[in-house]
């Protein structure tokens, strides 16, 4: 099985953009190599934006993981903490 393309958020734009400009979805998915399921969902989260605000919310998706992530070591930290207390010397 052939591994599956990434494409950049600006990139996705431009092909999302090529609708708009009255092509059809099936033309543009043949030339992207992608299916029209894949269009679609890029259309749901993509569609409408300009490349500045794809590239501001990849921004702020990358800050939230690492917020996410940072968080998520602060509750373990604080519960290795509790065990260590709870322990009866």
Do not use: H
């Amino acid at each position: 099985m052939a591994k599956p393309k990434r494409y950049s958020p600006e990139q996705i734009t431009r092909i999302l953009k090529q609708q708009e400009a009255g092509l059809k979805v099936a033309e543009i998915c043949r030339q992207a190599g992608i299916c029209e399921q894949t269009f679609y969902r890029w259309k749901s989260k993509y569609g409408g934006m300009g490349i500045s605000e794809v590239q501001r919310l990849k921004a702020l998706e990358d800050e939230n993981r690492r917020l996410k992530q940072l968080v998520g070591e602060q509750a373990l930290d604080i519960q290795a903490l509790k065990v260590a207390l709870d322990q009866k010397y």
